[in-house]
């Protein structure tokens, strides 16, 4: 989407992804001169309810984090176009 970057972070962790992990992905969203707009997290063991809390908080401008939990990557991963799954997650996000 005119933009030349996307940060993925993604983490295998026994417990949940918490707010301060999206809190920081958006820091680094926001310190990328503005050449990425995109943040990509995975997380096999989920998210806590107040990591969502603070991707919808720090919604700004036109930065977005997708958060794919361990039933968004089973999908992604049994979808023919992986490109096409991701797009359209994506396009949710920034519409959340």
């Not at 036109?62 to 990557?73: R, S, T």
Request: net charge negative.
């Amino acid at each position: 989407s005119g933009v030349p970057f996307v940060v993925v972070e993604a983490k295998n962790w026994q417990q949940t992804v918490g707010s301060p992990v999206v809190a920081l992905l958006i820091r680094k969203l926001e310190t990328r001169r503005k050449r990425t707009r995109i943040g990509l997290l995975f997380a096999t063991s989920g998210f806590s309810p107040e990591a969502a809390d603070e991707e919808l908080k720090e919604a700004k401008g036109d930065l977005c984090v997708a958060m794919l939990g361990p039933k968004e990557i089973e999908a992604w991963m049994n979808e023919d176009d992986l490109t096409e799954y991701l797009d359209n997650y994506i396009a949710r996000a920034m519409l959340r």
